[in-house]
């Protein structure tokens, strides 16, 4: 069976497979590079600093009520994805961009993974100095 092949049976089956970290952060990674890409096709230099300053701002107020531990995150990142769900009621590309950061940042801290949150802070780094 392909599930033999794939050796899954001694690591917990399809759901270890499906839900394995690093596959996770491989996605948050492709994520952040997509949104990344998605608003520099799109926006002006003014707008690409605004969004990296709004995630900058959120980013450091969760690392601020989170006490800097990724483990106390969960609440935080219901709390961004509730004001997602918000913006996108009310069609606000650029509040929508920066909460889709801030989300893939919080989860991939969680995580540890390093390539999404490095490419959100090169983002944040390149447009703040603009």
Known sequence: MIF???????????FAWWFDPRR?????ARDAA?????ARA????ERMRDLALR???AIEIAHERG?????????????????????????D?????????IIIY????RLGADAARDRIDTFISEWTQV
């Open 4 to 14: 033999d092949k794939l050796r899954l049976k001694d690591k917990g089956g399809i």
């Open 34 to 38: 997509a949104v990344i890409e998605a």
């Open 67 to 91: 006490g800097g531990d990724p483990s106390r995150y969960a609440p935080l990142v219901d709390h961004f994805k509730t004001r997602h769900r918000e913006a996108r009621g009310r069609r």
């Open 42 to 45: 799109v926006s002006s230099s």
């Open 106 to 109: 919080l989860r991939a801290e």
């Open 55 to 57: 995630t900058r701002d």
């Open 93 to 101: 590309d650029a509040a929508l961009t920066a909460l889709t950061l």
């Open 24 to 28: 996770e952060a491989g996605r948050l």
